[in-house]
DNA sequence: CTCACATCCTGGATGC
DNA sequence: TGCATCCAGGATGTGA
């Protein structure tokens, strides 16, 4: 499940093989995404070349020479892998070759990038919820996709009073206001229970509750805020998550999953010292929710 | 407007 | 062993 430090990961794997390489084929073998690939989808990429390569909330943000911004979102099970001509990786390792004994062209592969640097990037994502989509870079402040998402929760901008001002008045619980992109934009549901956890509160806790009257922050938006910005570096550093098949690029398992303190690990002992809790798991909003009810307040 | 819930999709896990 | 059913969840659309 692709949340910020996954996408982040993916995006430092892609930068050497992408930015600064033309796209020297566009291959679609299954443009049915979440939404259909535009009909020049491939043309308006090829001989174009990779200015930048940016991250905006869960979405890869490629600038390319011709003025326009390739905007690509993972979905729920969609990733990047690269691949070097010469059959090696990009860091000159082989992961288990793991992808080295892979065929040529795999299941779900639906689009496949060949770049001028020399490397094939495939998007591969066996339940096609991701989705890809070009725009002009100076039409990009008007885009649907982006214009309702909200602050960055790794830059400065984000603290404590933006989150209270955000949360002020909702009726609904932490966890669905943390979940919500147009709060905080780039957590999902593990990075919400776990960020929750940190900062010692309930899901269940009414997100108004971390904000006065007025929309000032408490000392329980400050926690909330150094809980989730502690756990998204975690992650980031760690590589993301490997759960189930998701991978890096270089097909290499993120770590960060041996860490979880409370995802999907229900009936464990809570990891708070000194608690002696058991980790439950609930359902809010139709998704599952991990946490300590002893010392998650 | 706010909030809860259904929907899209597939692979893997579980149940009988 | 096979086959049916459930479950995972990001973003959006609908309806109360």
Redesign the pocket.
């Known amino acids: ?3 910020l430090p996954e996408v982040e990961t993916m995006r430092r794997g892609l930068e050497p093989a992408m930015e600064g390489a033309r796209f020297t084929k566009v291959d679609v073998h299954r443009g049915d995404l ?1 939404w259909p690939l535009a009909k020049d989808f491939a043309r308006r990429l090829e001989g174009r070349t990779v200015t930048g390569l940016g991250r905006r ?3 890869l943000l490629a600038d390319l020479s011709s003025g326009d911004v390739l905007i690509m ?1 993972l ?3 969609g990733s990047f892998h690269v691949f070097q001509k010469n059959g090696d990786h990009a860091d000159g390792q082989s992961p288990g070759n793991y992808y080295h004994r892979r065929s040529q062209h795999l ?2 592969d639906h689009v496949v990038f060949h770049m001028s640097s020399g490397a094939t990037v495939t998007f591969n994502d ?4 991701g989705s890809m989509k070009i725009v002009a870079r100076d039409k990009l402040d008007e885009e ?2 982006l214009r309702r998402l909200g602050p960055e929760p790794l830059g400065n901008a984000f603290d404590a009073a933006m989150l209270a001002r955000a949360c002020k ?5 932490l966890k ?1 206001a943390l ?1 919500d ?1 147009r709060v905080v934009a780039g957590l ?3 990075y919400v229970c776990e960020a929750l956890h940190r900062a010692r509160l309930s899901p269940k806790r009414l997100a108004a509750s971390i904000a006065d009257k007025t929309g000032a922050p408490n000392e329980r938006a400050e926690r909330l805020v150094a809980g989730i910005k502690a756990v998204l570096e975690d992650a980031i550093e760690a590589g993301g998550s490997s759960l ?2 998701h991978r890096r690029t270089d097909g290499e398992l993120g770590m960060f999953q041996h860490r979880f303190r409370v995802y999907d690990r229900e009936g464990a002992k809570c990891p708070t010292l000194g608690c002696r809790g058991t980790v439950r798991r609930i359902v809010q ?4 929710t991990f946490y300590c009810p002893l010392c998650q307040k």
């Open positions: 499940m692709p949340e979440r909330a869960k979405y979102h979905g729920m099970s299941a779900h066996p339940r096609r919820f649907p996709l008045g909702k009726k609904t619980s669905a979940s992109q999902g549901n593990i189930r098949d909003n139709g998704r599952s």
